[in-house]
């Protein structure tokens, strides 16, 4: 083979070399059992990086435990949480920070298992290169397209694969062809990512610290010396910090004010460089100015450069805070319309309409994943079409944000084409992802300001408008409640609307069923129609089952958490079914209805409503006047 498998030095392999030997992340990573543990821990070992002790506590742990006579178990050197030396695997990601004299080194050692692959990704994302394990034995895994696939998205620009347990094959260069085949096809879709290839022997040292003459056919380094000189500006892409043409930015992180005279922004440089008077623009407002200081570890400085951490001070006082960017000469754009590709890490699918907290360089925004584009296999790299998305599938979504955030596509700004999705309701982690590009469409919507307003509407009217959000299990009394309520309220002249869940899927939601996906939808559209009434000066009650909480924050964000009021109708589903005339509750206990909230699917209790009534223990009359006085207390403390 007449490339970096059988090279002499100075040939592929050698052309990473760099006079520039700075500090290497990097990350392994592999299927279960592939040994990357057992060939980080060899490393340290013969590179002689271990201190005495653990070296004795490694040669007694080795003799208690599963290694063979005489011979070190050098995983256990990584492997440190109690779980991990019984089961034998990696399950928490563990970094270590050693140094050779030629550089210094992270290593984040990352889990196979797949249970544990949002654990890898994390690992994977601060990573320049990335070791990733094949066993010799069994080839290619679905661990390992999938972890392949993870660090070419999490913006990891070089691999090296280490086909390991050479010596269980006898060191054959056949078996090594082999393999080799089958990871040139994988990386042909990859063709932004730098390869090499290394056949080692983990547990016998072979291409690990120092060559082998075991496989005298495998003329290249060994994978120690490969790090070694391996240029890591190469390995994040040919990416050479500092350069201008890169552009500068700075996420703004905290916005300092020691005394009324000093205001700075602070911030770590994400790309470019940036000198003291230099012209800069703001976004997403776009307001520009001038540099005025730089401050720079407490001193001050003239110029600054990536990856600093900076206070940077403007020439004018301008409306900055974190999650804006200060920009010089980037491609930096704002947008509310993005399309992503996500590795969703959550236990619970991933549906459209759902919404979550989107984290982008320094910004928070809320917003809703409205279309998912497709999946992509793990194992051939198709795209499928998806409705839904399970733990550790890779997919290609489209999202709308609350409002616009500034961005960069992921492949000119890791910093700012990066984000994370949280889950609004247990503050969980649900995916990591990557900006591709915005959706043209943000632009050509502008909200248009009337000159007829809210405000005049509801002057006109005499009214206060609100939106009175009533939810509860099918059968609790939501209806009669809010009806009830609107008699009182029509009564006293006030001008309302109702709408009802029934009344509203027989029109504007006909085209909606039941599914997770739809009840998402059902609320968002809801939400977004009480809006409008609000916006005509109109008081509405909504009475929807509504069962999920985070589409009920949706709803309040969507009308305004100071017109939005949330009612908890609690009566108990023993009642309820008791009350069922339509036998809704019977024909779902039979599996004739699927997706019924209260027996195959969920109803998350509000936590914090505005009220609770209980149609049980509360007469109908006196929950309205509860009701009406909470309308009043809201209103007088505006």
Known sequence: MDDVRNAEPGAKADSAISCDKGLLRFVTCGSVDDGKSTLIGHMLYDAKLVFADQVQALELDSAAGSAGEGELDYSLLLDGLAAEREQGITIDVAYRYFATRERSFIVADCPGHEEYTRNMAVGASTSDLAVILVDATKGL??????????????????????????????????????????????????????????????????????????????????????LESVDASDARGGQEPCKAECGFTLPVQRVCRPDDTFRGYEGTVASGSIAVGDAVRVLPSGTTSRVGSILAAGQNA????????????????????????????????????????????????????????????????????????????????????????????????????????????????RSLGSMVLVDRVTNATAAAGVIEHKLNRSDNLTYH??????????????????????????????????????????????????????????????NLGFTEADRIENIRRIAEVAKLMNDAG?????????????????????????????????????????????????????????????????????????????????????????????????????
Not at 354 to 363: N, P
Not at 366 to 391: M, N, Q, W
Not at 451 to 458: A, H, Y
Not at 484 to 490: C, D, V
Request: with cysteine; charged share 25%.
């Open 141 to 226: 895994l679905p661990q390992t397209y999938r972890h392949a696939r993870i660090c070419a998205l999490m913006g990891v620009k070089r691999f090296v694969f280490a086909v390991n347990k050479m010596d269980l094959v006898e060191y054959a260069q056949e078996r090594f062809n082999q393999i080799v085949a089958g990871i040139d096809e994988l990386m042909c879709e990859h063709s932004h990512v730098g390869y090499d290839l290394i056949p080692v022997s983990a547990r016998k040292g072979d291409n690990v610290a120092a060559p082998s003459a075991k496989m005298a056919w495998y003329r290249g380094p060994a994978l120690l010396a490969f």
């Open 302 to 413: 003239q110029v600054a450069r990536e990856g600093q951490a900076v206070t940077v001070s403007l020439g004018d006082e301008l409306d900055v805070s974190r999650g804006c960017v200060i920009e010089h000469g980037s491609s930096v754009d704002v947008s509310s319309l993005l399309a992503v590709k996500l590795l969703w890490m959550d236990d619970t699918d991933l549906v459209e309409g759902k919404g979550f907290l989107f984290r982008i360089g320094t910004a928070e925004v809320p917003g809703t994943v409205y279309e998912i584009s497709h999946k992509v296999d793990v194992t051939t790299g198709d795209f499928l079409p998806a409705r839904r998305i399970a733990k550790n599938e890779i997919c290609a979504c489209k999202i709308s944000l609350g409002h616009k955030v500034p961005y960069q596509v992921f492949a000119e700004n």
């Open 449 to 510: 300001q009337m000159d007829v307003t809210r405000e005049l509407r509801e002057h006109q009217m005499g009214q206060r408008a609100c939106t009175l959000w009533f939810t509860g299990l099918s059968g609790s009394g939501k209806s009669t409640l809010a009806n009830a309520l609107e008699k009182r309220l029509h009564a006293l002249g006030r001008h309302t609307m109702l709408l009802d869940g029934d009344n509203v899927r027989l029109g504007l939601n006909r």
């Open 538 to 638: 109109l008081i509405v009650l909504t009475s929807f089952i509504s069962p999920f909480a985070s589409d009920r924050r949706n709803a309040a964000e969507i009308i305004g958490a100071d017109s939005f009021f949330e009612i908890y109708v609690s009566t108990s589903m023993e009642e309820c079914e008791r009350r069922d005339v339509k036998g809704l509750y019977a024909k779902a206990r039979r599996g004739e209805l699927a997706n019924f909230t209260g027996i195959s699917s969920p109803y998350e209790a509000p936590e914090n409503p505005d009220a609770v009534v209980d149609t049980c223990d509360e007469p109908i009359d006196d929950a309205v006047e509860r009701i009406m006085q909470l309308i009043a207390d809201r209103w007088s403390e505006q």
